[in-house]
């Protein structure tokens, strides 16, 4: 089906502003332009408590967390990446939806401000995003305030990143997850999918500027085989954490989250998938502003609740 009609109005009223396509812009220049996409959707609702927290990271950097806690009793703990194509977005960008998953999940989440390439490449994403993972759960009676299900989630890149740690997790022995939720993940350096050439899915992102992301992310196409980077080449999927797969019908990552989904599903993953019809790639994360984002957090909602109750609290 064609996009829904929120979807071409959002996209109309940004082709007035005419602006260059983000791979012809510097890195700086996208992050400017997604931070003003981002305040479209307004400030988020409040939360019982939030605060920042530095983290040393494994190559003496450091980075930032934010940390948001509910009011009520913790269901979860949920350490969440955010999209960007590993270049663009931080803290700020997605802070209203994840002010919104806190409450409507009942989780605390800890938000992840991973360093962005060009200035630091691939793998730094990955093991911030790690460093990030292991905190947490160390955290997490101090977040929580006791045991709980421990879950890794993000969108775009950031579902990159949580497909990545669930795998490492696995591999490490810990820590457990409870659930991976990957929102329109990239799982494959491929740009020559169906999903990504089809001239439909050229929408607020685009074949092209998956190759920006990438030559900035991980210009060294050695690099791009990687498992680290691209979860879909990685030759063992059995027993990582039970997923929530979500795709958006116009989207060139569309194909790759799919194929990611019947992997895990062949490989033993207990896997909840959904394809949200006429919906473009970043649509999760435009509450207030796209339906199809309340559509799918409630999926996301019932989902995770079906996949935490079915296993026993720790």
Not at 36 to 47: M, T
Not at 84 to 106: E, K, P, S, Y
Not at 159 to 176: F, I, K, S, T, Y
Not at 213 to 231: C, E, V
Request: net charge negative.
């Amino acid at each position: 089906m064609a996009i829904d009609e929120a979807t071409a109005g959002l996209l109309a009223g940004l082709a007035e502003a005419d602006a260059k396509p983000l791979w012809e812009m510097t890195p700086q220049e996208g992050r400017e332009v997604m931070a003003a996409l981002s305040a479209v959707s307004g400030p988020g609702p409040e939360v019982a408590t939030v605060y920042d927290q530095q983290l040393a990271a494994s190559d003496d950097g450091q980075f930032t967390v934010r940390v948001f806690v509910p009011a009520g009793e913790i269901r979860a703990l949920v350490v969440y990446y955010h999209g960007g194509g590993w270049v663009i977005g931080n803290l700020d960008t997605h802070d209203h939806i994840v002010r919104v998953l806190a409450n409507r999940l009942q989780v605390a989440i800890v938000n992840v401000d991973y360093r962005l390439a060009p200035e630091h490449r691939f793998p730094v994403a990955v093991e911030d995003a790690w460093t990030a993972l292991q905190w947490a759960n160390e955290q997490m009676a101090e977040i929580a305030g006791h045991p709980v299900p421990l879950v890794a989630m993000g969108d775009s890149a950031g579902g990159n990143l949580a497909a990545v740690v669930a795998r490492r997790a696995r591999d490490a022995g810990g820590p457990q997850l409870a659930s991976q939720v990957l929102i329109y993940p990239v799982t494959d350096a491929d740009l020559d999918t169906a999903s990504c050439l089809d001239p439909e899915n050229q929408l607020l992102l685009t074949r092209e500027g998956m190759i920006w992301f990438w030559d900035h992310y991980a210009p060294d196409p050695a690099d791009r085989k990687h498992p680290d980077a691209s979860p879909l080449q990685a030759s063992d999927l059995a027993g990582l954490a039970p997923a929530i797969v979500l795709t958006a019908e116009h989207d060139p990552l569309r194909d790759e989250g799919e194929a990611y989904a019947e992997q895990l599903v062949l490989a033993g993953v207990p896997v909840s998938q959904q394809r949200f019809a006429g919906q473009m790639h970043a649509f999760f994360t435009m509450v207030g502003v796209l339906p199809g984002s309340a559509a799918a957090i409630d999926y996301v909602a019932e989902q995770l609740d079906r996949q935490l109750s079915a296993q026993p609290q720790p």
